[in-house]
């Protein structure tokens, strides 16, 4: 978020945390090329996606949807907290009225394997 909330690193690692405990990885992409290769593909492409909008757009209301929806569960896990949770909603609704804020979504990578062709040779009797 622009401009950034004193709040928002705290939030961020509860984002993470909350993940965590819940066994899932909150940035599944960056093991994607690894999976990939012990899986026998080759990584053809790596291409980040950022998305960003400005109050009302598409963007920002699909973030504020999400993020605050899940306030109150991040404000479980430290460092981020209950009463910084209400701060941050006081100043995200704060936010939602300037026209120059910016909310930046966590990134989306694409990434694409693909299978190796396998090239047929002669076999050992000489045939294919």
Known sequence: MIPEPAEWNNFAEAERRFFTAQGAD???ARSLPT???RAGLRVEQIQPIIK???????TWNWLTTFFLGMMDRYAKH????QAQAT??????????R?????????????VVGRKPRIRSGPTRTGRR
């Open 26 to 28: 909150v940035s599944p």
């Open 35 to 37: 999976l990939y290769r």
């Open 52 to 58: 960003m909008g400005h109050p009302g757009s598409p």
């Open 78 to 81: 430290p460092p981020f907290s």
């Open 87 to 96: 701060r941050l909603r006081r100043w995200w609704r704060v936010a939602a």
């Open 98 to 110: 300037n026209p120059s804020s910016v909310l930046i979504a966590p990134a989306v990578v694409d």
